[in-house]
Structure formats: C-alpha cells, structure tokens
C-alpha cells in the first residue's frame, strides 16, 4: 500500500523553529515531486511547498518564503519541511502530498495523514 | 496570482438527489499544451483529502462514477447525480495549470438534508 506518514508536529512559541518529517512507504518518492499542504483549523486547503525528485527545484507559497525550507532524502524514502520564524498564522494542520507521477498538472494523488503545528505562547 | 473561487460554500442535499459545485478562476486555466489542469478533492470528516477528478473530468481509481467534472476556461463544475451519505464533507477544486504554484479554492460544504 502507498502511503506517507508525517511526524514532527507540535506545540511551539512564536519565533520557534519545528521540523516536519514526511515517510514514504509502498513507492519510491524519488519517482515523484512532493508537496506539503496545511489546513489552519476549521479553513480550507493551502498549498504550502513542493520540491523536484532530484530537489533542483523548490517552490513555495509567498506567505512562508524566508521562513520555511523543503528538502528530501532519496535514501531514506523522506521529504522535510523546516519551519522558522513562526508565526500564530502557521497553526494548522501540515500534510505531506505525492503529486501525480504523470504530470505536476494532474495534483497530490496520494496524502498522509497530517500532523499538527500549534504556534502559540 | 490565480484566485479559485466555489460556490455555493454550504450545500444541503436530499438523499438521492443530484449536486453540483462551481468553481471558477480568475484566469484561464488552459495550459500551452491544449489541456485543463482542474483537479476536485473530496475531505470527509476527520480524514485527509483524496483528489476525485484530474485533468477536468477523469475520475480516480475507485471513485464512483456518479461523480463527474465538467467545465472549460475559467468556469468548471463537479457534479453528483445521486448523493449517497457516504459523499458528506467538503470538496475543493485546485488548479494545477499556473505551475509551480497550486491554489485551491475555500471548499464547499456539503453535508445531508
């Protein structure tokens, strides 16, 4: 079974640093860009970062530029988000996502379960 | 930036009867090489989002096929033809045509009369 299972979430203050782990199993990641996605509580989707297979390329949302970093380690099937200068707007749930091998067009066609960031004092 | 706007936001439906969602973007969302990059996802409560319909109109693997999407240039539909309790929780559409970059739009809501 293809799956991604997230780790890292947590309580932290504003200003704090966190690290989201992403573990791929039942596929090889490096087959495919990955995406994080987060859901502050009770709003919508919002993509967050994506990163190339070969991590060349990464891409983020404006709103996190300067502040958060995607990366991937092919050996160990992961993606990561560092998270830095955080902010109480960073409170959501993060979800790793595996865009479509066919085409980045076709979207995330398989998620994780989510792990929770809580910015707050 | 490419804004995705859906309406309605809250959707009240019989059991058995049809649904349908709007999403509509602030730009085109034709590709150079001719196709659509709109994408629907389906998130039940308390679950992750599963993406239901890619390239406009092609289901996923296992999605019933009473659900179906539609749509060109900057209006798309997903549409129900007969909503069963299993197809409670919100659904988002997502561009994927403005790469690098995905937007989705704020969710519709549909929950059972």
């Known amino acids: 079974e293809e799956q991604l299972v997230e780790s890292g979430g947590g309580l932290v203050q504003p200003g704090g640093s966190l690290r989201l782990s992403c573990a791929a199993s039942?596929?090889?990641?490096?087959?495919?860009?990955m995406s994080w996605v987060r859901q502050a509580p009770g709003k919508g989707l919002e993509w967050v970062a994506n990163i190339k297979q070969d991590a060349s390329e990464k891409y983020y949302v404006d709103s996190v530029k300067g502040r958060f970093s995607i990366s991937r380690d092919n050996t160990k099937n992961s993606v990561y988000l560092q998270m830095n200068s955080l902010r109480a707007e960073d409170t959501a749930v993060y979800y790793c996502a595996r865009v479509d091998v066919v085409l980045w067009g076709y979207g995330m066609d398989v998620w994780g379960q989510g792990t929770t960031v809580t910015v707050s004092s | 930036d490419v804004v995705m706007t859906q309406s309605p936001l809250s959707l009240p439906v019989t059991l058995g009867q049809p649904a349908s969602i709007s999403c509509r973007s602030s730009q085109s969302l034709v590709y150079s090489d001719g196709n659509t990059y709109l994408n629907w996802f389906q998130q039940r409560p308390g679950q992750s989002p599963r993406r239901l319909i890619y390239k406009l109109s092609n289901r996923d693997s296992g999605v019933p096929d009473r659900f179906s999407g539609s749509g060109s240039g900057t209006d798309f539909t997903l549409k129900i033809s007969r909503v069963e309790a299993e197809d409670v929780g919100v659904y988002y559409c997502?561009?994927?045509?403005?790469?690098?970059?995905?937007?989705f739009g704020q969710g519709t809501k549909l929950e059972i009369k």
């Open positions: 039942g596929f090889t990641s490096s087959n495919h860009w």
């Open positions: 997502m561009q994927g045509t403005h790469w690098p970059s995905y937007t």
